[in-house]
């Protein structure tokens, strides 16, 4: 009841000062800023009938919900002027009780604290059972208390590491991985792995539990209960292709000291008959793991762009025979008479390729700065 207090709090904030955001851009008035916000829709608004139950929760959290909006604000107007990468980001918008996330936000100074029996102890809420999953490296300075759809709660906490603490020996191994939908990745030492299909095993009961969901009357407390039982079957398909995607990224991050990976055009892919399959993959969840896990660990991850032919080069002469069609899972090179897998030689091709990358940029000379140019200037 308190968290849920909290939630709330937390989104009256949030849309408050959006809508008056809104209606100042609307009238042609200066975008407002996050301190007469705060004065106006926190301070101010603690004395009102109206929002003073906003003083039975940690002014911190709604602090942080503003801050969040003006995070919110300022992606959108770095993507609006081409400074932000990735895809645009739309306006913020507001948020609904009803919304599949809820979360607060506390910071040190809400003297939020971890009991000595393992409680997380939340000012205005009190001491929350939690069940660790790892022990915390160092005193925490945040903790994010999230909500998801299936109604489970997560705390997550921002804590100091140091880098040098988490580097990996160093290896002479490297790897090339050629992702596909039946295994999901193959690689240049033949090995495979094949892809666990989590979705597609779980489709009839997810199909069973949401033909349940459109029976019931909306606004009912049973369509409730079966909203949850449908978003829990949906979690626990995202769970288990998560833990598959950490546990193969980390395998191969600790097993070699570089990896050599294909760039897939997964949006176009999914926009194809093959969507269902290739959101079920997951590929671009899986490459992001190897990324921060490398950068994490000390190894090196390549990208090899997806133009590159790797399933028409012959990995042992370098013959490009053209291309092939998909139901072609193995051809003999027509130069030296070479039998490929389809799949193993385009791992291969791409740990080549992925070496060739890496000694190049190792061969550009780093870029002399300002002072060094002008050093040569004067000689």
């Known amino acids: 009841m308190a968290l849920s207090r909290a939630f709330g709090c937390a989104r009256v904030v949030w849309n408050d000062c959006l809508r ?12 407002l800023k996050s301190a007469e916000l705060s004065k106006r829709f926190i301070t101010e608004a603690k004395k009102t009938t109206g929002r003073g139950w906003l ?24 993507s609006l002027k081409g400074t932000r990468k990735g895809p645009r ?11 599949n996330r809820q979360s607060v936000r506390f910071t040190a100074n809400a003297r939020w604290s971890v009991t000595g029996d393992g409680k997380l102890s939340l000012p ?18 945040t903790v994010t208390v999230i909500k998801d759809a299936s109604g489970r709660y997560f705390c997550s906490f921002v804590v100091e590491t140091d880098p040098a603490d988490e580097l990996l020996p160093a290896l002479e191994t490297d790897q090339g991985i050629d992702l596909g939908l039946t295994h999901f990745a193959v690689m240049a030492d033949g090995s495979r792995v094949t892809s666990p299909r ?5 489709e009839r009961k997810l199909k069973r539990e949401q ?29 288990a292709r998560r833990d598959f995607h950490h546990k193969l990224s980390t395998k191969l991050i600790r097993e070699n000291q570089a990896v050599s990976v294909e760039s897939l055009n997964v949006k176009g ?7 269902k399959s290739v959101h079920d993959a997951g590929w671009s969840s899986f490459v992001t793991m190897l990324d921060y896990k ?23 002469c370098g013959r490009r025979d053209g291309p092939k069609p998909l139901h072609i899972r193995s051809w003999t090179c027509s130069a030296c008479g070479t039998r490929h897998d389809r799949d193993h030689n385009a791992g291969q091709n791409i740990k080549h390729e992925g070496r060739r990358i890496r000694a190049a940029q190792q061969a550009v000379p780093p870029t002399p700065g300002p002072g060094a140019l002008a050093r040569q200037r004067t000689r």
């Not at 911190?60 to 770095?78: C, E, H, T």
């Not at 980001?89 to 919304?99: L, W, Y």
């Not at 989590?198 to 779980?202: G, I, K, P």
């Not at 892919?269 to 969507?275: K, Q, S």
């Open 124 to 141: 205005k809420i009190g001491p929350v059972k939690v069940r660790w999953s790892r022990r915390l490296p160092s005193v925490p300075s």
């Open 20 to 31: 008056a955001r809104r209606d100042a851009r609307a009238a042609g008035e200066p975008f």
């Open 211 to 239: 033909r349940r969901l459109s029976r019931k009357a909306k606004g009912s407390r049973n369509r409730n209960k079966q909203r949850i039982k449908v978003a829990k079957a949906h979690a626990k398909v995202a769970d």
């Open 198 to 202: 989590f979705l597609r095993r779980a």
């Open 89 to 99: 980001v739309a306006e913020p918008r507001f948020k609904s009780k009803r919304d």
């Open 294 to 316: 490398a950068t994490r660990y000390g190894r090196t991850l390549t990208r090899v762009d997806r133009a590159f032919p790797s399933s028409q080069v012959c990995s042992a």
């Open 269 to 275: 892919l999914a926009r194809t008959r093959l969507a």
């Open 55 to 78: 003083g039975e929760v940690s002014a911190v959290v709604l602090q942080q919900s503003l801050r969040d909006l003006d995070a919110a604000y300022s992606n959108f107007f770095a």
